[in-house]
């Protein structure tokens, strides 16, 4: 039963309901979801812990690296937690505060991942388009404005969500059809005028995600100039080989983040609902997982620290990329 908070037709609490339709197997579902968020935790907490200790690896690509980690701990921290409480022991109740403080940490550090994805662009793009200014240009100082304002960024847009939203009635109900409180699936149930709620969360959209990915863009046109100029094939290689890790990073981000963008205003009654949350959560899951994976393989110098931490030799020595 609803609970209202005076006459302002506030709810005290939202009751998430998992995937709809699926509860029968939600337990199923729970499994790969835990296994990936485990992999996640290990793997960039390692990466941050690695960053912070090896001295080889104090170099501007790594900081924007622990600045991605952090960022995929605090995204994926921010929901599973809760949506394994809702499939295992059936926590559906949040309370209305919570929940916007969810969404705010949620849309605040997806803009972030994608934000930090645009920066690594710009640090490949300095490296090989100007190696021998690459210490001078990315300073420590630089990397961390970069970071705050880049965060910043987030905050900004994102506080209005929570604004726009706690200033809606919900007449209709406090039953949410998702495993965690997203700007649109909480105004959704809103009985009240969501018009501004769906063109401002659309604007973001554009301005952030629009903006990385022009930049990302402009950046790799850059790089691929450059590298062709390049006479010999090895060199090439070395410099294509740079940017891997990054390339993989940004197919695992924004390939999830499309299909559900496109999925909820194009998609209609065609796709499941149920396939809908599922992928916001992959969304939120795939990248923090696939990341220090990646990184962890493709990376010489990573790779030689984590052998040197397991095995408790001291004279391995990293050579480069």
Same mark, same amino acid.
């Given at each position: 039963?609803?609970? %209202?908070?005076?006459?302002?037709?506030?709810?005290?609490?939202?009751?998430?309901?998992?995937?709809?339709?699926?509860?029968?197997?939600?337990?199923?579902?729970?499994?790969?979801?835990?296994?990936?968020? $485990?992999? *996640?935790?290990?793997?960039?907490?390692?990466?941050?812990?690695? $960053?912070?200790?090896?001295?080889?690896?104090?170099?501007?690509? /790594?900081?924007?690296?622990?600045?991605?980690?952090?960022?995929?701990?605090?995204?994926?921290?921010?929901?599973?937690?809760?949506?394994?409480?809702?499939?295992?022991?059936?926590?559906?109740?949040?309370?209305?505060?919570?929940?916007?403080?969810?969404?705010?940490?949620?849309?605040?550090?997806?803009?972030?991942?994608?934000?930090?994805?645009?920066?690594?662009?710009?640090?490949?793009?300095?490296?090989?388009? /100007?190696?021998?200014?690459?210490?001078?240009?990315?300073?420590?100082?630089?990397?961390?404005?970069?970071?705050?304002?880049?965060?910043?960024?987030?905050?900004?847009?994102?506080?209005?969500?929570?604004?726009?939203?706690?200033?809606?009635?919900?007449?209709?109900?406090?039953?949410?059809?998702?495993?965690?409180?997203?700007?649109?699936?909480?105004?959704?149930?809103?009985?009240?005028?969501?018009? %501004?709620?769906?063109?401002?969360?659309?604007?973001?959209?554009?301005?952030?995600?629009?903006?990385? %990915?022009?930049?990302?863009?402009?950046?790799?046109?850059?790089?691929?100039?450059?590298?062709?100029?390049?006479?010999?094939?090895? *060199?090439?290689?070395?410099?294509?080989?740079?940017?891997?890790?990054? %390339?993989?990073?940004?197919?695992?981000? /924004?390939?999830?983040?499309?299909?559900?963008?496109?999925?909820?205003?194009?998609?209609?009654?065609?796709?499941?609902?149920?396939?809908?949350?599922?992928?916001?959560?992959?969304?939120?899951?795939?990248?923090?997982?696939?990341?220090?994976?990646?990184?962890?393989?493709?990376?010489?110098?990573?790779?030689?620290?984590?052998?040197?931490?397991?095995?408790?030799?001291?004279?391995?020595?990293?050579?480069?990329?």
């Amino acid at each position: 039963m609803q609970r %209202i908070n005076g006459t302002t037709l506030t709810p005290v609490s939202f009751f998430l309901n998992g995937v709809p339709g699926l509860e029968d197997i939600h337990i199923w579902i729970s499994l790969p979801f835990c296994s990936m968020y $485990i992999v *996640a935790m290990v793997g960039n907490c390692g990466l941050l812990y690695l $960053i912070r200790y090896e001295e080889t690896l104090h170099r501007p690509m /790594y900081f924007f690296l622990a600045m991605l980690s952090f960022t995929d701990v605090v995204m994926c921290t921010s929901t599973l937690p809760n949506t394994l409480g809702i499939f295992w022991f059936n926590l559906k109740e949040i309370d209305f505060n919570a929940c916007l403080i969810q969404m705010f940490f949620i849309h605040t550090f997806t803009g972030m991942e994608s934000g930090v994805l645009m920066l690594m662009a710009l640090d490949r793009y300095v490296a090989i388009c /100007y190696p021998l200014r690459y210490a001078t240009i990315l300073t420590n100082s630089v990397i961390a404005n970069a970071g705050f304002i880049t965060f910043m960024r987030g905050v900004i847009l994102i506080i209005p969500f929570t604004f726009l939203t706690k200033r809606l009635p919900f007449c209709r109900g406090n039953v949410i059809a998702h495993t965690y409180c997203d700007h649109m699936s909480v105004a959704k149930i809103s009985c009240g005028n969501v018009k %501004i709620n769906a063109v401002y969360g659309l604007m973001v959209a554009l301005l952030i995600g629009g903006f990385d %990915i022009f930049c990302i863009t402009v950046s790799y046109t850059m790089i691929l100039r450059a590298v062709v100029k390049l006479s010999s094939v090895d *060199a090439r290689q070395k410099a294509f080989g740079t940017c891997t890790s990054h %390339i993989c990073a940004i197919v695992f981000s /924004y390939t999830p983040a499309f299909f559900s963008f496109f999925a909820h205003r194009f998609g209609g009654h065609k796709i499941p609902h149920s396939l809908h949350i599922i992928m916001a959560n992959i969304y939120l899951l795939l990248p923090p997982t696939m990341n220090p994976i990646v990184y962890g393989v493709k990376i010489k110098q990573i790779r030689d620290c984590v052998i040197r931490l397991f095995s408790g030799s001291k004279d391995i020595k990293s050579h480069g990329i």
